[in-house]
């Protein structure tokens, strides 16, 4: 699947994870795939924001966000997922984990967390080749997908008025120490946070508050 031989293999098992069949560690923590997530979401950013800022060299700084937002968001890393293979690799508690949350999170999850085993097991460089080689270019047609419009705002909005709920982009102060120019945005959903967005860019932490909420709310 992965194209090359595993270095530490742990670090591999441990993708597939799902923290509903964590097990317990000796320091008292829980063993799943959460932190290699958390790690594999930022290489995974950084490497596709390259990608298309020396593909795109005279588009705007919001073309480029919302593109990469198209090719990393979740709906997207679950179908790369399921295209290599991950359904039959997934540990978890099949009591546990509803149906939906298998369709929704599980797999684009565990497709983070490998990132982030490849990285910590390979390095940056060889992880840049291995998503760039492997899985861009077979799974994903970049340039179509930059002239596809997805508008998450318009959508969460429009589903919101459909269902009768209530939908605001409400802004968060920024954290002590944090830029000021640093836009946060809540999309709240019947008074419930259902998305973040951080942005420089007011317009495009709305975008990014909406696909989270999309996400969220399965839409």
Known sequence: MLG???????LYQMAFR??????QLKNGSRSSNERLEFLGDAVLGAVI?????KSYP???EGFLTELRSKIVNRANLNQLARKMGFDVLMIFDQKAV????RHHSMLGDAFEALIGAVYLDKGYNFTRHFLLKRIVAPYIDVHTLAETETNFKSKLIEWCQKHGKDISFD?????????????TIHAVVDGENQGIGRDYNKKNAEKMAAEKACEALAL
């Open 4 to 10: 090359f031989i595993p270095g530490n293999v742990h």
């Open 18 to 23: 799902h923290r509903s069949a964590a097990t």
């Open 49 to 53: 924001a390259e990608m298309l800022f």
């Open 58 to 60: 005279y588009k705007e």
């Open 98 to 101: 509803n149906l939906q949350t």
């Open 171 to 183: 802004m968060a102060e920024n954290a002590e120490g944090e830029s000021a120019k640093m836009f």
